[in-house]
């Protein structure tokens, strides 16, 4: 591979960055202060649709979806450098350039596996920003690292399918503006192949027998600017059949499918986040003094700074190659490399930021610095997606495949 990046990314690298330094990061304190002010924790500052319209008129939109009849056409490779700018402020850019979870996934989903209705429906205003969504698919009862796990019932009664099933954790169901849910459900539960056993269906969020039971916190924190995390109960829950995406029984495979690019959508964005820890610890280690010192002169600090640089480009070129075999052999061509990045990424972030916070001290776990927030975001995804030790398990049965 070519670890030069080519013309269209490089200017599109060097859009971002000036958005970034013009719009995103002075609209980080204006979007705390307006906060404060909403009747709703769930209301959208104003400045963010302010940010949303200046990434629509710069062209800096939809920047994930590869294909072009609905995106920028991008490929992975290309979108790789994007993401992890927008890294840098997770809780605003990818909202301002309506590249955020998990509305990205679910229009890359829909885009696939969506019948015509289907897009023009649901997919089309997701793509202008007029509406938000969520994936419907963890559940508290059963371990949902494993798919076939899952126990939401959806039961064909003539013309229509009912569900009933308890999830939680579904990010974005908090957003007023989220109107539709992707819900996994198993269509046949007596199937002898259990990747066989589940399908995909649209419940609209008005449907009688959707309820949102309570926000859910990760680590205190709310995540308001993706639509939060709630525990949703679906009880009898009826929609037509025509919301069935793909067909009875294709729901683990689609699932897989909406993954692999999230996964690495998730671990672009992580790189920004370290680059932006190293950023702050360099400047805390320059402007600070202890025991007559600047920080910057203690070996300790020194050896933090170093070893966090070191795995940042570890990581980057990790993550480039398996974009890049995404890109030249498809998802499943690049699976180990997927699991890879996916246990190494959170894993080194996490702790980079923790450094970061150490050398902050007390400030480094206030509201004043973005580390602690930035530190549990971090944190978290060593669980989404598929905890750590489900892709270890997997990845190392692979391998030792080979010398079987």
């Not at 629509?56 to 995106?71: E, H, I, S, V």
């Not at 997701?126 to 969520?134: F, M, P, V």
């Not at 050896?303 to 030249?328: N, S």
């Not at 973005?370 to 750590?388: F, K, S, V």
């Amino acid at each position: 591979m070519d670890f030069a990046y080519d013309a269209r990314t490089e200017e599109l690298r060097r859009r971002l960055l000036h958005f970034m330094d013009e719009h995103v990061h002075p609209a980080e304190t204006v979007a705390r202060e307006q906060r404060a002010e909403l009747e709703s924790p769930w209301q959208t500052p104003p400045v963010v649709e302010e940010l949303k319209a200046a990434a629509r008129r710069q062209g800096l939109w939809n920047l994930f979806l590869p294909d072009r009849t609905y995106g920028a056409g991008l490929t992975n490779l290309q979108y790789a450098p994007l993401a992890e700018i927008t890294g840098r402020s997770p809780q605003l850019a990818p909202v301002a350039l309506n590249c955020s979870a998990p509305d990205t996934g679910n229009m890359e989903l829909l885009a696939e596996f969506g019948d015509p209705e289907q897009r023009r429906r649901w997919l089309e205003p997701l793509l202008t920003g007029e509406l938000r969504s969520a994936f419907a698919m963890t559940e508290p009862e059963v371990a949902s690292s494993d798919a076939t796990n899952i126990e939401t019932s959806i039961r064909r009664d003539g013309d229509a399918y009912v569900v009933t099933g308890r999830k939680w954790y579904i990010s974005g169901a908090m957003h007023p503006d989220c109107r539709i849910f992707i819900v996994m459900g198993k269509t046949d539960p007596d199937a002898e192949d259990v990747r066989r056993q589940q399908s995909m269906l649209l419940v609209p969020r008005e449907t009688p027998g959707v309820g949102i039971r309570r926000a859910m916190t990760v680590y205190g924190y709310e995540d308001h600017y993706h639509g939060g995390h709630a525990e949703v109960v679906f009880d009898e829950a009826r929609v037509p059949v025509e919301n069935l995406i793909g067909e009875e029984g294709g729901g683990f495979a689609i699932a897989q499918a909406r993954l692999g690019p999230g996964r690495i959508h998730h671990c672009m964005r992580l790189i920004g986040m370290a680059e932006r820890a190293i950023e702050l610890m360099c400047r805390r280690a320059a402007g600070r003094e202890a025991f007559g010192r600047p920080l910057a002169d203690q070996g300790q600090v020194r050896a933090w700074i170093a070893d966090a640089r070191v795995q940042v480009e570890q990581l980057r070129l990790l993550v480039l190659k398996t974009a890049w075999l995404m890109d030249t052999v498809g998802n499943r061509g690049a699976h180990t490399e997927i699991q890879a990045i996916k246990i190494a990424t959170p894993r080194a972030v996490a702790d980079i930021l923790d450094r970061a916070v150490q050398l902050h001290g007390a400030a480094g776990v206030s509201q004043d610095l973005p580390l602690a927030e930035l530190w549990a975001a971090a944190r978290t995804l060593r669980l989404a997606d598929g905890p750590d030790e489900v892709h270890q398990r997997s990845l190392a049965r692979r391998e030792l495949k080979r010398f079987a």
